[in-house]
């Protein structure tokens, strides 16, 4: 067998040296990296149809993409008033279709020859003279010898994408099938494997060489769905052994504090709070009490709702630890969310003989110097901050606990400063609405998991609705009404405009019309984003006291604050927030047993059923695909109320780059696979590793050998996280 990672490009037939450099710019070496250059998309016989018929299917209203495949026979440049339309016939079997173009057209002038096959795809509509039309189609020019292929042998032909780079050596849709399927014949054999056998039955995968043979060349879609799932597989299972790994280090060579349970101090604790926990609260309590009583650190995931009362619970953890001796530190993404959790905190102890403090930013020096010595000396149990929490010089004098509120805001590194502060202290996470499966598994997959699943018994659903702008007058009497109740409202608007100085003034002037409008004879506070903390807090405690009966807001209530009587919430333009953020902003109120209500207004849109959901966007504009998205993120709120069924819908809408977003927080690059689609496959991977990381943690026996070549030499970097060497 030769290695392929050493064999050049240059040396394939029809390649060269001049050509390999232009494979070079692209990051194409090695012959290996060729093989491994999938195709982009596809053109599958059984997809393609006839002018005839896909004129019955427009006329039945199918507004979706198609392929046709037909020879140029007449192309025509047309003045129509000002505009200038290209316009190219084809001619596929008796009939015709055309295909225009309103931009760049001297490009596209250019490309059309009579007589050249081409498979265009886009939406086809029907013009007032009868004729099939694509506008701006996708295209791609058939081979004639391998259009016989296609449709003689059904074969599906690969396209693949073809930078500007390659293009330029004169490498086009025809040549570099070549090249490839060259390469293909002469080297796929030489591929080595990467997966034990025993993994490859199981799943029923095929191997490399069959799978890159197939991917570059398939016989059926159900062939290359296989031969796809093959490798998407390999990077699954790869991601989530390492996860294992680091998981099995931290539970097995990492020594923790074994801490003991003072249970009349729980007691006490529990007979002094004004509710009974939920079953759901006492079986995530049993999880972390276990974690903490062994002498393996506790590394936590505590997930639940807005509102299913996580705070309790990791406050009883945060006892435990103090219980026994030692210091505990919170960390919240914000400092109004920190300075939240400081007074529930502070409140829920009252009765107890703790000291708390607060560290966020813009504390004065003496005072924050002060508190640091407390926490150095031990005077201080539980220190509730903001990031200031690892960037200042804290050190503590015996740090058991940290609690992690809301982690994704945190990054990686960011997380391990603060853990490093004490030795081996046990970590408990929690996040503020719950997150997907498929990240849990990734991101989260070293962590055990806790899921809190039931809202304390006396809630009611919030009652969800979408109104129109129109309706607003009608919405503000309905706001009156319940103030009479006793109930307190808040108003959201999203933040529109750029620059703080004229955001300042929009939420000013909006408050001002308001409060001497529709609302002048009820109290009415303003909070945004450009008051000090101090600011901030002071108009949340005073809503909190009912000094407001409206409070109104950007987005800075976002999370966290927990106020009783808050029962109803207006959020305009509610087209503008995301999903997660809306149903943030609706866990808001809905905190008592009496009924609550979101009313979601925007302008924009109908609701939609949610069995017409669609996630595929493929065949969109920009602004269609917005606008899609949209309509499900509004139909969504209205049709569920529980957070874990909207993560999952987020997700598909967003994807995890755009939730998760930058490096920092850790998430894996996955060349191959899609989280948002591929969840099934995921779970399987997940389930295979941790099987074998759980029987042979050292990865010891002979049918794992080849596992443990794989990781160490393709993720060398990643091997020293996961503690193995
Ligand atoms: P979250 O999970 O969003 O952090 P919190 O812990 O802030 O939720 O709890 C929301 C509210 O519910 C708080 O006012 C809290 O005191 C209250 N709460 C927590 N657990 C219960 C329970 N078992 N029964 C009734 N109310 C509860
Ligand atoms: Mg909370």
């Not at 000002?82 to 084809?90: Q, R, Y």
């Not at 490093?420 to 997907?436: C, E, R, S």
């Not at 304390?456 to 009479?484: C, G, M, Q, V, W």
Request: aromatic share 10%; with cysteine.
């Amino acid at each position: 067998m030769s290695d392929l990672n050493s064999i050049s490009v240059q040396y394939l037939k029809s390649v060269g040296p001049k050509r390999a450099e232009a494979f070079n710019k692209i990051g194409i070496n090695s012959v290996k990296d060729l093989l491994y250059y999938f195709p982009s998309k596809y053109l599958d016989r059984s997809q393609i149809f006839n002018v005839s018929q896909v004129l019955k299917f427009v006329t039945n209203g199918y507004d979706g993409e198609i392929t046709l495949i037909g020879k140029v026979v007449d192309s025509q440049l047309i003045q129509y008033r000002k505009k200038k339309i290209f316009k190219v016939v084809f001619i596929e079997g008796a009939s015709t279709f055309e295909c225009v173009w309103f931009q760049g057209i001297s490009y596209f002038q250019n490309r059309f020859k009579t007589g050249e096959l081409y498979a265009v795809s886009a939406k086809p509509v029907i013009t007032r003279y009868g004729h099939l039309q694509f506008t701006h189609p996708d295209f791609d020019k058939l081979d004639s010898e391998e259009s016989k292929d296609f449709f003689n042998t059904g074969k599906i032909i690969p396209f693949y994408s073809l930078p500007k780079e390659l293009r330029s050596k004169n490498i086009g849709d025809t040549s570099i099938r070549k090249i490839i399927r060259n390469a293909v014949e002469q080297y796929a054999d030489d591929l080595e494997e990467t997966l034990p056998d025993y993994l490859i039955l199981k799943n029923k995968l095929p191997k490399i060489p069959d799978a890159i043979r197939i991917i570059h060349s398939p016989n059926s879609e159900k062939d290359l769905e296989n031969a796809t799932n093959r490798f998407k597989y390999e990077e699954l299972f790869y991601l989530e052994i390492l996860v294992a790994l680091r998981k099995h280090h931290l539970k097995t060579k990492v020594k923790g504090t074994k801490f003991s349970i003072d249970k009349p101090l729980l007691k006490k604790f529990l007979d002094s709070l004004p509710f009974k926990l939920t079953e759901s609260q006492l079986k995530v309590l049993k999880e972390i009490r276990l974690d903490m009583e062994s002498e393996q650190p506790m590394n936590r995931l505590l997930q639940g709702d807005v509102g299913s009362g996580k705070t309790v619970v990791s406050l009883i953890a945060m006892l435990i630890a103090i219980s026994n001796g030692y210091q505990v530190s919170m960390m919240a993404p914000t400092e109004i969310l920190a300075t939240q959790h400081f007074e529930t905190i502070k409140k829920l102890l009252s009765k107890f003989d703790y000291n708390i403090k607060l560290i966020i930013g813009g504390q004065k020096k003496s005072e924050r110097e002060n508190n640091l010595e407390l926490i150095k000396n031990g005077s201080i149990h539980i220190v509730v901050g903001t990031h200031a929490l690892f960037e200042e010089n804290i050190s503590f004098d015996k740090l058991g606990l940290v609690v992690i509120d809301e982690q994704h805001r945190f990054g990686v590194v960011q997380k391990a400063k603060l853990v490093a502060k004490g030795a081996a202290p046990d970590v408990l996470v929690t996040t503020a609405t719950p997150i997907p499966r498929a990240i849990t598994m990734t991101l989260y997959g070293d962590l055990d998991i806790s899921i809190i699943n039931e809202m304390p018994a006396e809630r009611k659903p919030i009652i969800t609705a979408l109104r129109s702008d129109k309706k607003l007058d009608e919405i503000y009497l309905f706001i009156l009404e319940k103030i009479n109740e006793g109930y307190q409202t808040y108003i959201v608007y999203p933040l529109v405009e750029e620059s703080e100085k004229l955001e300042l003034k929009a939420a000013e002037s909006y408050y001002e019309s308001l409060k001497s409008g529709v609302f002048k004879d009820v109290k009415v506070g303003l909070l945004h984003g450009r008051m000090s903390w101090k600011d901030k807090e002071e108009t949340m405690i005073r809503f909190a006291q009912k000094e407001f009966d409206i409070l109104i807001s950007t987005t800075v209530i976002e999370v966290g604050i927990d106020i009783p009587d808050a029962n109803v919430i207006l959020i305009n333009d509610a087209h503008r927030f995301g999903l997660s953020q809306l149903h943030q902003l609706r866990g808001r109120v809905g905190r008592s047993n009496k009924q609550a209500y979101c009313i979601l207004v925007s302008d924009f849109f109908k609701k939609l059923d949610p069995k017409s959901y669609r996630f595929d966007f493929g065949y969109m504009s920009r602004s269609e695909i917005e606008r899609s998205k949209t309509k499900i993120r509004l139909s969504a709120m209205v049709q569920y109320n529980n957070g874990f069924d909207l993560a999952e819908i987020d997700f598909k809408l967003r994807g995890p780059g755009d939730i998760f977003g930058t490096k920092q927080s850790g998430f894996p690059e996955l060349r191959w696979t899609d989280l948002t689609e591929d969840s099934e496959l995921l779970y399987i991977a997940q389930k295979d590793s941790f099987d074998i990381i759980d029987k042979d943690a050292k990865l010891l026996n002979a049918e794992n050998q080849l596992i443990k070549k794989h990781i160490k030499n393709t993720f060398k970097e990643k091997l020293k996280l996961s503690f193995i060497a």
